[in-house]
């Protein structure tokens, strides 16, 4: 059993609160927070204790800490859980810049700790379906792809905004990172980039309460249109804008020699998969026989799948056995290259070609899900 303590109890740090007893090996002893106050809260709803941030990380019962601070922090909070000799789980982006990245790989080695990142939406059954069919050829080989992540933003419902406009966030750093990590992990590594961007609004009005009509400033780019060159030559449309009202894209689509794949929205674990080959004929994959495809919550009227901590619980499940974790520092390193230079892109007019480089990870077939879960 693996004790877990978690830094940083905002809104997200409910969903790990609440989802990590469906799983194995792990048990939330712990939580910290900058605001006393706030961690007290978490504790007590949840049934753990409350520590300041160095009262955890001095703490002999935690062994992995779960950082879910906000993306400007999640470098040094990684670092420090590091140097207090404990494994580390962030949310993402797990870094911010490649260099900050490599820093916690040598620190990682040389204590000889592990690292992991969400997002781990990938292992859900929608995405480990749509995996297996394009293992298996169902489509061919894919040579493009498109993939949207198109709103107004987050000012309308989250009662504290700001960091979304930040830099380290916007909508290829916030949402980005489910797509860029789903892709990667249904055709391998991307190679170059371009894009374009630009930041439509210099500030945004809040519109949830309590902070309703106070307005922040916007200094990320908030309308960002990608090209991503695969290594395995497959070229994909990624848009990631928070400037839009309505649209009528879908999540995600690919296109193979031998038909065409419908996605859903890589944030959930669930969805439905279609194929549609030559003859024109769609049929959908069988998603929910996954055990992380099983719906069991319901959004906006719509019963969805969410397992967040499955990542976190499958890490776990590797120290015992061993072997590479799936959401892996490599991984989300290869992400945050992905992603950090598209906007690089934006801001040079320039492709850019990749610094980094990362397997695929290995499939989470049926039997190994159940395995992670009570």
């Not at 978490?42 to 935690?62: H, M, W």
């Not at 993402?92 to 969400?118: D, Y």
């Not at 990667?184 to 500030?203: E, I, K």
């Not at 499958?314 to 120290?319: G, H, K, N, S, T």
Request: hydrophobic letters at 40%; glycine letters at 10%; a negative charge.
């Amino acid at each position: 059993m693996q004790g877990i303590g978690i830094i940083g109890c905002g809104n997200i740090s409910t969903a790990y609160l609440t989802l990590a007893p469906l799983f194995k090996g792990l048990e939330v002893r712990a939580v910290a927070d900058l605001n006393p106050a706030t961690a007290q809260a978490q504790a007590a709803a949840f049934g753990v204790r409350a520590n300041t941030v160095d009262g955890l990380l001095a703490a002999d019962d935690i062994d992995i800490v779960v950082n879910l601070t906000i993306p400007d922090a999640h470098f040094e909070v990684t670092r420090a859980i590091l140097e207090s000799g404990k494994h580390a789980y962030s949310e993402k982006p797990i870094v911010l810049t490649q260099e900050q990245g490599e820093v916690l790989r040598r620190l990682a080695a040389e204590k000889n700790l592990r690292i992991g990142s969400a997002p781990d939406t990938f292992l859900g059954g929608a995405h480990q379906a749509a995996r297996a069919a394009i293992d298996a050829g169902q489509i061919g080989d894919v040579v493009a792809g498109t993939a949207h992540v198109m709103s107004h933003g987050m000012e309308h419902w989250h009662p504290n905004p700001d960091f979304f406009f930040l830099p380290g966030a916007g909508p290829m750093l916030d949402i980005g990172p489910y797509y860029v990590t789903n892709l990667v992990q249904l055709l391998g590594p991307v190679q170059r980039v371009g894009a374009l961007t630009s930041t439509p609004s210099p500030t945004r009005t809040i519109l949830s309460e309590p902070r309703r009509g106070e307005v922040i400033p916007v200094k990320t780019p908030t309308n960002i249109h990608a090209l991503l060159e695969f290594v395995n030559g497959a070229t994909i449309t990624l848009s990631t804008s928070w400037d839009v009202w309505a649209h009528r894209h879908g999540n995600m689509e690919l296109y193979g020699t031998e038909g065409t794949m419908f996605l859903p929205d890589p944030n959930w674990f669930s969805g439905t998969v279609e194929v549609t080959g030559k003859d024109g004929i769609t049929h959908a994959l069988e998603t929910e026989t996954h055990p992380l495809g099983v719906p069991n919550q319901e959004n906006n009227g719509t019963a969805k799948a969410n397992y967040r901590t499955a990542g976190l619980a499958e890490m776990a499940a590797a120290m015992n056995d061993g072997r590479p974790h799936r959401c892996s520092l490599e991984l989300a390193l290869h992400a945050v290259d992905v992603m950090t230079s598209v906007l690089t892109s934006g801001e040079t007019g320039q492709m850019v070609t990749l610094a980094t480089t990362c397997t695929r990870p290995e499939p989470l077939t049926e039997d190994a899900a159940k395995a992670l879960l009570k």
